[in-house]
């Protein structure tokens, strides 16, 4: 079958003859996989923890949507059936073993397309029944190929729901209503972010340091998202207007993280998902600041199983209203190979079709 590898850890990627060995479970041909920022690193050599399953290459595609070919004796599951793969596997660890591999205590575990385990960007793959969801109460299936950067969000949402319960921290209605949350970033997962909070009930400000494109523009704009462009109006005059009561990096920048730490509100709420592989500078002040402002602070990364069925369960009820699919800007052909280097005006997801 065809395979994109890549050669960990220095990068490259090839359309190449593609066999598995040592795979089994359910049949699923490929039907759709993604390309994220992290694919992007990995074909770069950028990210030092790649490592391949078996040999000296690995097969790239951690965000797929698929199809049932054959279900063999597993129950659940049956030809024809959409389905989405987990990109994480569980090591041994206690948090590995309560099915919270996101929490990993030792970092043993494995990831598709990333570290120690083949990833789904070929023609088919088999595949342990524990980690595959079935997409079901959603319309146009092809949008749940955001299923997987969705289900990060999911996890987001999970601990901003802990977190601000932390204080009596609701309005005086009860609602969030009166909460204003800035989104930093404007990739898939940015948006994503700000159409779940927005459902959450707080405002959302969306916020780059350039204008954006119109395929961006346009989806924040029919989604009443507000945008702010750090080079036409600053994050410490806008927040005069509109308090920073939450904040959510999706960039990894200490930029970011000092403008954050700078303007969060007393008793914020700070969720970092974003990495950029930045040291540190010597300006330590930010964390002066979010001492004394009695900020909840949590990292966060990948997502459990119940995050995909929420993810799933989001695109089956929002994914028309808030248009998800125009997050998908364009799909190509595997042997197209150059969309894993350049970036498309306007792109925001591209797409790889399998059949
Ligand atoms: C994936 C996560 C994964 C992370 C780091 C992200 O692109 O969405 O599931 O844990 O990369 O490997
Ligand atoms: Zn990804």
């Not at 990894?252 to 969060?264: E, P, R, T």
Request: with cysteine.
């Amino acid at each position: 079958m065809r395979a994109i590898l890549t050669t960990p850890p220095t990068g490259g990627v090839q359309l190449s003859d593609f066999s598995a060995k040592d795979e089994k479970g359910i049949r699923i041909k490929t039907y759709a996989t993604g390309i994220c920022g992290t694919d992007k690193e990995i074909v770069g050599g950028r990210l030092p923890f790649i490592r391949p399953q078996l040999g000296n290459t690995l097969v790239l595609g951690h965000e797929a949507l698929g199809i049932v070919e054959d279900s063999g004796d597993f129950q659940g599951f049956k030809k024809g059936d959409f389905v989405v793969p987990m990109v994480r596997r569980p090591g041994n660890c206690r948090m590995c073993r309560l099915g919270r591999q996101d929490y990993c205590e030792d970092g043993q575990f494995v990831e598709a397309g990333i570290r120690g385990k083949d990833g789904f960007m070929r023609d088919e793959f088999l595949e342990d029944p524990r980690f595959l969801l079935k997409v079901e109460g959603v319309d146009d299936k092809s949008i749940a190929v955001l299923t997987e950067p969705l289900k990060n969000v999911m996890k987001m949402k999970e601990i901003f729901n802990f977190l601000r319960t932390r204080i009596p921290w609701y309005c005086e209605d009860s609602t969030l209503a009166c909460k204003n949350l800035y989104v930093f970033g404007t990739g898939t997962e940015g948006l994503l972010i700000s159409v779940v909070f927005k459902t959450l009930g707080t405002n959302v400000v969306i916020v780059n340091r350039h204008p954006l494109e119109e395929s961006e523009m346009s989806f924040l704009d029919q989604n009443k998202i507000d945008f702010l462009d750090t080079s036409s109006e600053s994050i410490e005059s806008r927040v005069m207007k509109e308090q920073m009561d939450v904040a959510i990096d999706g960039v990894g920048s200490m930029d970011v993280l000092k403008a954050i730490s700078d303007n969060v509100r007393n008793n914020g709420i700070v969720i970092l998902f974003g990495t950029a592989g930045q040291v540190a500078s010597s300006n330590y002040q930010f964390i002066d600041n979010l001492v004394d402002k009695n900020t909840s602070v949590a990292g966060s990364t990948d997502g459990a199983k119940e995050h995909y069925r929420e993810a799933i369960q989001f695109l089956g009820n929002y994914g028309g209203k808030y248009s998800l699919r125009k997050i998908i800007t364009g799909t190509y052909r595997p042997d197209e190979l150059h969309i894993f280097k350049e970036k498309e005006k306007g792109e925001i997801k591209k797409v790889i079709a399998w059949s």
